[in-house]
């Protein structure tokens, strides 16, 4: 049983490039969330996708936006990258309503140089 | 002050020992906590989720939610090599406004040692 799939696991960006991160959440799971995981910190709630729709949206300037696809995959970009943009990127997946019953991917490791 | 407050340690104890991990926070609203385990260079992978109050057990896991006092703790017997990781505590209200995040403790990074 395929858990949460990231893609990719390693990128380095330069300073006011764009970046595209994909997810694919686990077999019958609908609802997509992303976290950024600082150095040293928990991961920090981003946004939560359900049937291709933003449900609910963290502290996140709109240079980070995504999207989710018919197939419950999705994708985290972030425009005009800055060097605190560093971090580990973790999706995580649910089914429907669930309050707790996330799985998270191993996520992508963006360096912003 | 932040939401929720996790000491990040490091935290060394010798195989077979209990290991005792806490958090506290200040938002009432919050209904479920849950821990999660976190091996380096992977994504955190839940152990423990306890609705509203009361104790839960797991095999040698046991997480604890007392909402009067907004601490929860998680509770490690006989702690293996193998438990070497961060643990992190997580927690979401039960409904409403926010109610689909984790609000993440900063993780506490537990070494094992045999």
């Known amino acids: 049983d395929a858990g949460v799939t990231q893609s990719p696991t390693h990128l380095i960006k330069t300073r006011g490039q764009q970046v595209t991160l994909r997810c694919s959440p686990k077999s019958g799971h609908d609802t997509v969330s992303w976290y950024q995981q600082a150095l040293g910190q928990g991961p920090q709630f981003i946004f939560q996708y359900y049937e291709e729709e933003e449900r609910q949206r963290g502290n996140f300037p709109d240079r980070f936006s995504g999207h989710q696809f018919p197939n419950y995959s999705s994708e985290l970009n972030v425009n005009a990258l800055l060097l605190g943009d560093s971090a580990l990127y973790l999706c995580?997946?649910?089914?429907?309503?669930?309050?707790?019953?996330?799985?998270f991917g191993s996520g992508t490791r963006l360096t912003v140089v | 002050q932040k939401e929720v407050e996790q000491d990040p340690g490091p935290l060394s104890v010798p195989e077979g020992a209990i290991v005792s991990l806490n958090c506290t926070y200040s938002n009432s609203a919050f209904q479920y906590f849950m821990w999660y385990r976190q091996y380096s260079r992977k994504g955190p992978e839940l152990l423990m989720y306890t609705y509203s109050s009361g104790n839960k057990e797991d095999g040698r896991f046991t997480a604890q939610v007392d909402k009067s006092s907004k601490y929860i703790s998680l509770f490690i017997r006989d702690s293996q090599p193998s438990d070497s990781a961060t643990y992190l505590c997580?927690?979401?209200?039960?409904?409403?406004?926010?109610?689909?995040?984790?609000?993440f403790g900063k993780g506490t990074k537990l070494s094992v040692i045999p």
């Open positions: 995580a997946s649910s089914p429907g309503a669930s309050n707790y019953g996330y799985t």
């Open positions: 997580a927690m979401t209200r039960g409904s409403g406004a926010g109610s689909y995040q984790l609000t």
